[in-house]
Structure formats: structure tokens, C-alpha cells
């Protein structure tokens, strides 16, 4: 699958790097923030000690910048996605040509799944899209 990115996300690709010294693998815009996928096991140093590096790269871009850390498997992806939401279970179904992840989350943290108006589970929405053609993302 060939990964499409604006030129906006592979600027924003660069400044992460250039503050982190950590390349992401992907990045999505939106008006007042970034998320930017991190390879697998580098998520320490993009975040920093106590989220200085984050925050270093919050100040340079001007926005709110949001890390998910990549994963080979379709299922551990999504729960990434969704951190730090308990994860319970992630099941893939396909049906009629359509993926769908349907995820298990512990009661108490259904709303940090969803996030503020739907943002934390759209984001995994199109993140999973985006690299493991699943179509849908649902709590179950």
C-alpha cells in the first residue's frame, strides 16, 4: 500500500524529526492539531523526559500534537490508536468486502476511546484506513 502524504504533513514530518531526531511514519493535519505515527519502539524518545520533546515540537508548530505508536499487526495498531484507553480485545471482520475492527474497552474508558467530540476514535479511524485498509473502527 503507497502512502499518500500533503505537503503540509511531510513539512510536519520534518520538524518532528528535526526536534526529535525521531522519523514518523505517517502524519495526520487537522486545523489545531497533528498526530504523528512513530515506528514501533520509539516512542520514549519522541515524547522526552517528561514530555519535553513533545512539548518542543507542540511550541515549534504552533498546534497540539497528538504521538500513536505503529505496530505490524492490524489489531495491536488499533489499540494503539486508541492509548491510553484500556484495551480490552481488538476482533477483525470482514463482510461483503469491508474490514471492520471491533474493539473491547474497559467501561471506565470508553470515553477516552472516543475522545472529545469523537476525535480519539476518528483519528483511528483514518489511521487504520490509511495503513491496514480496515474501513471501520467500533467500540464493541
Not at 514501533?40 to 507542540?58: L, R
Not at 497528538?66 to 484500556?86: G, H, I, Q, R, S
Request: aromatic share 4%; net charge negative; with cysteine.
Amino acid at each position: 500500500m503507497t502512502l499518500t502524504l500533503s505537503d503540509e504533513a511531510r513539512q510536519y514530518i520534518g520538524a518532528f524529526d528535526e526536534v526529535t531526531g525521531v522519523a514518523p511514519v505517517d502524519c495526520l493535519v487537522d486545523e489545531d492539531r497533528a498526530v504523528f505515527l512513530i515506528p514501533a519502539g520509539e516512542m520514549g524518545a519522541a515524547i522526552g523526559p517528561n514530555g519535553q520533546t513533545v512539548d518542543a515540537v507542540e511550541a515549534e508548530l504552533g498546534m497540539r500534537v497528538d504521538l500513536v505508536e505503529n505496530a505490524d499487526e492490524p489489531a495491536a495498531f488499533v489499540a494503539n490508536c486508541l492509548a491510553p484507553a484500556a484495551v480490552r480485545n481488538v476482533t477483525l471482520s470482514t463482510q461483503g468486502g469491508s474490514t471492520v475492527a471491533y474493539v473491547e474497552v474497559a467501561q471506565a474508558d470508553r470515553g477516552v476511546a472516543i475522545g472529545a467530540d469523537g476525535e480519539s476514535i476518528e483519528t483511528a479511524r483514518r489511521l487504520a484506513a490509511r495503513h491496514f485498509d480496515i474501513d471501520d473502527v467500533q467500540l464493541a
